[in-house]
């Protein structure tokens, strides 16, 4: 499966923006589907998770009540919806695909550069 992540942009302190990510090929029932993020001189982050059949969905501590990650079977696309956005919030956010709970992410999305204005 191949990803590309968009939806990025300059928004200013507290406010919202919505990521996606649209997946071309198959997306199987077990898959699950997360949203990274890596700010400058920093290492790569976990923000949410979502499994594709489920739609159990997991949230980093430092996002969790401010995003939401949805997704939508017939686009085949997985979204992270952000509120309340603030200025450690600015990353390049991915998208990644893993094939279950229990094994590495083995497809990531070209990144899409958020930036939070204080």
């Known amino acids: 499966v191949q990803l590309q992540a968009s939806g990025g942009g300059l928004v200013h302190d507290g406010a919202s923006l919505r990521l996606s990510c649209a997946a071309s090929?198959?997306?199987?029932?077990?898959?699950?589907m997360g949203w990274f993020r890596q700010a400058p001189a920093k290492e790569r982050e976990f923000v949410a998770a979502?499994?594709?059949?489920?739609?159990?969905?997991d949230y980093a501590d430092s996002v969790k009540g401010r995003f939401t990650i949805s997704r939508d079977n017939a686009k085949n696309t997985v979204y992270l919806h952000m509120n309340s956005l603030k200025p450690e919030d600015t990353a390049v956010y991915s998208c990644?695909?893993?094939?279950?709970?229990?094994?590495?992410?083995?497809?990531w999305g070209q990144g899409t550069l958020v930036t939070v204005s204080s």
């Open positions: 990644a695909a893993k094939s279950s709970n229990y094994s590495p992410y083995f497809s």
């Open positions: 090929g198959t997306i199987y029932s077990s898959y699950v």
């Open positions: 979502i499994t594709w059949r489920s739609g159990r969905r």
